[in-house]
Antibody
Framework: EVQLVESGGGLVQPGGSLRLSCAASGFTFSSYWMNWVRQAPGKGLVWVSRIDIDGSSTTYADSVKGRFTISRDNAKNTLSLQMNSLRAEDTAVYYC????????????WGQGTAVTVSS | SYELTQPPSVSVSPGQTASFTCSGDNLGHKSASWYQQKPGQSPVLVIYQNDNRPSGIPERFSGSSSGNTATLTISGTQAMDEAVYYCQAWDRSTAVFGGGTKLTVL
C-alpha cells in the first residue's frame, strides 16, 4: 500500500524550531518529487516547499523562505522539513504529498501532523 | 504573486450537477488539478492535468479548462461528495491553491 506518514509535530514557542518527518512506503520514493503543504485551522491549503528526486533542487513559498529547509534521505525513504524561527502564523497541519507522474499533481497525501506555535 | 480564485460555496440537490470554477491569469495554459477534502481528512486528488481522473475516482467527476478558468464538474452529485474542493496549479516553480469551494448537498 502506498503510504505517507508524518511525524514530529507539536507545541513550540515563537522563535523556536521543529523538525517534521514523512516516512514513505509502498512506492519507489527516490523516483518522486515531494512537497510539504500546510493548512491553518479552518483555512485552506497552502503549499510550503518542494524537492526534486535527489534533493539537488528545492523551492519554497515566500512566507517560509530562509526559515524552513526541505530535505530527503532516499536510503531511508524519508522526507523532512526543518522549521526555524517559527511564528504564530506557522500554526497549521502539515502534510507531505507526493508529486504524481502527471505534471505536478499531488497524488498521495499523508494524514498530516499538527504544529502549534504559541507561548 | 499568482492567485487562483474560487467561489466560497456551491449547493446542489442529490442527483444534480455541481460545477466549480477556478479563475487565474492564463490558467488555460497551465495544468490544473483538483482536490477533494472532507472534514478531518487529508486532501484527495480527483482531477489532474485539467481533465484526467486518477484511478479510483468515480466517472461522475470531470474537468475542463479554457482561457482563464478551470472547471470541475460532478454529475449526479451524491451526499458523499459533500466536501471542500480546491483547485491548484503551478506558477514559476510555486504551487498555488485556490481558496476552496465548499459543496453542500441539500
Amino acid at each position: 500500500e502506498v503510504q505517507l506518514v508524518e511525524s514530529g509535530g507539536g507545541l513550540v514557542q515563537p522563535g523556536g524550531s521543529l523538525r517534521l518527518s514523512c516516512a514513505a512506503s509502498g512506492f519507489t520514493f527516490s523516483s518522486y518529487w515531494m512537497n510539504w503543504v500546510r493548512q491553518a485551522p479552518g483555512k485552506g491549503l497552502v503549499w510550503v516547499s518542494r524537492i526534486d528526486i535527489d534533493g539537488s533542487s528545492t523551492t519554497y513559498a515566500d512566507s517560509v523562505k530562509g526559515r524552513f529547509t526541505i530535505s530527503r534521505d532516499n536510503a531511508k525513504n524519508t522526507l523532512s522539513l526543518q522549521m526555524n524561527s517559527l511564528r504564530a502564523e506557522d500554526t497549521a497541519v502539515y502534510y507531505c504529498a507526493r508529486d504524481g507522474p502527471a505534471a505536478g499533481a499531488m497524488d498521495v497525501w499523508g494524514q498530516g501532523t499538527a504544529v502549534t506555535v504559541s507561548s | 504573486s499568482y492567485e487562483l480564485t474560487q467561489p466560497p460555496s456551491v449547493s446542489v440537490s442529490p442527483g444534480q450537477t455541481a460545477s466549480f470554477t477556478c479563475s487565474g491569469d492564463n490558467l488555460g495554459h497551465k495544468s490544473a488539478s483538483w482536490y477533494q477534502q472532507k472534514p478531518g481528512q487529508s486532501p484527495v486528488l480527483v482531477i489532474y492535468q485539467n481533465d484526467n481522473r486518477p484511478s479510483g475516482i468515480p466517472e461522475r467527476f470531470s474537468g475542463s479548462s479554457s482561457g482563464n478558468t478551470a472547471t470541475l464538474t460532478i454529475s449526479g452529485t451524491q451526499a458523499m461528495d459533500e466536501a471542500v474542493y480546491y483547485c491548484q496549479a503551478w506558477d514559476r516553480s510555486t504551487a498555488v491553491f485556490g481558496g476552496g469551494t465548499k459543496l453542500t448537498v441539500l
